[in-house]
């Protein structure tokens, strides 16, 4: 089964855009939001601040 484009099968802690051969769990569909940022370019080597 192929998920419609942009939205993924969702299977416990994993996502597909076409469930595998013969699958037997339990899914459903939904969208992928990735959470991430990016940080600000900066010449120290470090991250974050100091605690």
């Known amino acids: 089964w192929k998920a419609p484009d942009g939205i993924y099968w969702v299977c416990g802690k994993k ?3 076409e469930l595998p051969q013969k699958w037997k769990d339990s899914c ?12 600000p370019r900066s ?6 601040a100091p605690l």
Request: charged share 5%; proline share 5%.
């Open 15 to 17: 996502a597909y855009s």
């Open 28 to 39: 459903t569909l939904g969208i992928i939001q990735p959470v991430f940022f990016t940080l």
């Open 43 to 48: 010449d120290s080597t470090f991250l974050g």
